[in-house]
């Protein structure tokens, strides 16, 4: 079995997770979530956890990320790990077995050089920083038990910067005359989107370079 592996990035709120529920309904395959791969805060006392910042490349353990991708390319199960955001701790592992399409979806999907060269293909996902910090504010509530507050700091102090790192070292290209690159506005039709299903999104879709 031939798997492809697409790296699908963009910023906090894009709506990648939205993205990669409708392909994976349409098409079928696994999803590696790089929130998955925090590294693991138990050695560290609990009331310093929330202070590291949590939204830069080094947060990540990129080298089992790569060392898991590498697996299932080749055809093996692996034991990706279930992170608890209230504890900044590993707290298990899912067995995620092998597909003829997987999609690692993250802030930093397209970051390190060591996955990029696993990818057949790139995908960033773009929106407007209005409606990407709105979608943060009602996930990280909802989900993550985070006050407004909370989450507001959290934007204005690691968040927005980061996003523009992810932005300057993602190896998307701009929408241009390139022959190899295709652009769909307005979404991805059919994907489900219950946020905002009005909300203008963009996808920048180029092949990746070997």
Known sequence: ???????????????????????????????????????????????????????????????????????????????????????????????????RLVIVEGLFALWWESLRSLLAVKVFVDAPADVRLVRRIRRDVAERHRTTEQVLQQYVGTVRPMDARALRGADARPCGRDRHQRRADRGHRGAPDHRSPREDRRWLIAPARR
Not at 49 to 65: E, G, K, S, T, V
Not at 78 to 94: I, L, N, Q, S
């Open 1 to 99: 079995m031939k798997t492809t592996l697409i790296g699908l990035a963009g910023g906090t709120g894009a709506g990648k997770s939205t993205i990669v529920r409708a392909l994976m309904d349409r098409f079928g395959g696994c999803a590696i979530d790089l929130d998955a791969y925090y590294l693991d805060r138990s050695g560290l006392p609990p009331e310093e956890r929330p202070r590291i910042n949590y939204d830069q490349p080094a947060a990540f353990d990129d080298a089992l990320l790569v060392e898991h991708l590498g697996r299932l390319l080749g055809g093996e199960a692996v034991p990706k790990p279930v992170y608890a955001f209230d504890t900044h701790t590993r707290v298990g592992v899912e067995v995620v077995a092998p597909a």
